[in-house]
């Protein structure tokens, strides 16, 4: 090995052993307890016109229903998911919302309590932009460990190596993959040469067997996206990313002698997708990548009907389905993953709800999250809490504690799910002040500050409650309707995740608290000391 690559493998390896402890609204056109499926059954002579079957979603289906009900006695099916981007639960904390790694799992116990012999591949993208996660850097390495470990219970056959996993840091996620991925999961990228020492971590193509179906199984990953990432164990340890031109006639003609059907997944923009499934005919199904959350419910049908399309959309709300049958081309499933899979899901609900949820309170990500200095408002200002506004206005206090904005963290306390007040990407719109110096730390350090307070919105308040008749600081709290919404100052939390049905000109009224007080009494102008520092 050379010697530059001796600082990425030990990193690889400290981080090995530090590991070993280690939200979706639904589209309108879908129903609670539905099943949102489309099958399309390539049709020879139609180009690129791939006929839509029967929509599955117009049937209503409980949690009782038979799985795939429209297929007749398919032989073997491909799960196929992908792109999750973080998502390991219902992305949001509204009702309704899709997707999950336990819904998931729930549907793989049932096609299996069902008999359907199967396989499952994942497209990759576990994570996304972890640098800009909710939660922190630091809970996103967390959760694509976990990530790993709920695959290696579904036991997946392969998940395609991406750019946006590589983005917990290049060394970081070699060292989550060596130690996260267990068989049969294989990391498969047939463009990628790995650093010496790692040549049998990422491999060209698997082999999948399904009942009597053997499928060939390969992917590729983007070089520019590749490329892009600023990192200083990539040199070493992903020294050589060619073009997928340069290797997948090779792979293709390997997997055609020894398969069934030949699978691909692409790692790259759906555009590139779409043109290596044209340019490599022998390819049955390709996999790419979507630019929305929720995917088109037809594949694609390219190479006079030959090769399908699909993309599973993005959050993790949806996976495909593709039916293999005896004497008929292979059709596809689109599996939205709503509550109709809310079952026990036991195995991959321990490591989410448990291991997850645990491992976020033992390592503090709350109380260790980065912080750093309000910006705006009254220079050197701090967070005081709503009590320490109540006592100049006390109407206006009265009505922020009737709304359920005063008992966001006490829904965090009460929340069926273990140990949420742990979790960084709750806590920031369930508190006041989170990821600001003077702001939310933990319950105990920083009690006055639980709930959605006044300071969220208007700012931090130590000055003007010092001195209530200077009006620079009194300005400086001071939000309008325009400004609110200019500056999307609810959306913050009030995003498509948790509040898919927002809209600030309905809401906002329902918050407007002015002229609520008067402030005849002399004491209101002279000033108080914060309830808490």
């Known amino acids: 090995m050379r010697g530059t690559s001796l600082r990425s493998t030990a990193a690889v390896a400290t981080a090995v052993a530090l590991l070993a402890y280690v939200g979706c609204s639904r589209p309108a056109s879908e129903k609670p307890g539905e099943a949102s499926t489309t099958s399309v059954a390539p049709a020879a002579g139609k180009g690129d016109a791939g006929a839509p079957g029967p929509d599955a979603s117009a049937k209503p289906s409980g949690k009782s229903s038979k799985l795939f009900a429209q297929w007749t006695n398919p032989k ?4 196929v998911s992908g792109e999750m981007d973080g998502y390991l639960e219902p992305c949001g904390c509204s009702q309704g919302q899709m997707g999950g790694l336990i819904r998931r799992y729930d549907l793989i116990q049932r096609m299996e309590a069902q008999g359907l012999p199967h396989a499952l591949i994942d497209l990759g993208s576990l994570m996304k932009d972890p640098a800009g996660a909710r939660g922190g850097f630091e809970q996103a390495k967390i959760k694509f460990g976990i990530a790993l470990k709920a695959l290696g219970a579904f036991k997946y056959d392969a998940l395609a190596l991406s750019a946006d996993d590589l983005k917990v840091g290049v060394g970081e996620a070699f060292a989550q993959f060596l130690n996260g991925l267990s068989e049969p999961t294989k990391l498969v990228a ?16 698997v082999f999948a067997q399904a009942g009597p179906v053997k499928l060939g199984i390969t992917a ?7 490329a892009k990432l600023v990192d200083p164990d990539k040199a070493d340890l992903l020294p050589t990313v060619k073009r997928p031109d340069e290797v997948l006639a090779t792979v293709l003609g390997e997997l055609e002698a020894a398969s069934d059907y030949q699978v691909l997944m692409v790692q790259a923009p759906p555009a590139e997708a779409r ?9 049955d199904i390709v996999v790419a990548t979507s630019e929305v959350a929720d995917p088109e419910q037809d594949a694609q049908m390219l190479n006079n009907g030959k090769t399908m399309l699909v993309n599973v959309g993005r959050r993790g709300k949806y996976v495909g389905a593709v039916g293999f049958f005896d004497g008929s081309a292979p059709k596809y499933l689109r599996q939205a993953l709503t509550e109709r899979f809310d079952g026990p899901g036991t195995e991959v609900k321990k490591i989410i709800e448990d291991e997850y949820r645990g491992l976020l309170k033992a390592v503090g990500t709350v109380e260790n999250f980065p912080l750093h200095d309000y910006v705006g408002g009254a220079p050197g200002a701090k967070f005081v809490g709503a009590e320490s506004c109540k006592t100049c206005h006390p109407n206006t206090f009265l009505k922020w504690s009737t709304t359920k904005h005063s008992q966001a963290y006490a829904s965090l306390e009460h929340d069926p799910k273990p140990n949420v007040i742990y979790d960084a990407e709750c806590i920031s719109c369930h508190t006041t002040g989170f990821e600001y110096n003077s702001g939310w730390k933990s319950a105990e350090a920083t009690p006055n500050l639980k709930g959605n307070q006044c300071e969220n919105c208007h700012g931090p308040a130590s000055k003007h409650i010092a001195a209530p008749d200077d009006l620079a ?3 400086a709290l001071k939000v309008t309707a325009e400004q609110a919404d200019r500056n999307r100052l609810c959306v913050r939390c009030h995003d498509e995740d948790n509040s898919p049905k927002f809209d600030f000109a309905t809401y906002w009224p329902q918050v407007i608290h002015k002229g609520l007080d008067t402030y005849t009494d002399p004491k209101v102008h002279q000033g108080v000391a914060a309830q808490a520092d």
């Open 220 to 226: 590729v990953v983007d070089p520019e996206a590749i």
């Open 190 to 205: 047939a463009n990628v040469v790995p650093g010496a020492g790692f040549e049998t971590m990422i491999v060209p193509h």
């Open 76 to 79: 073997a099916i491909l799960v």
């Open 473 to 475: 600081f009194r300005n």
């Open 275 to 283: 043109r290596l499934a044209t340019a490599y005919p022998g390819f």
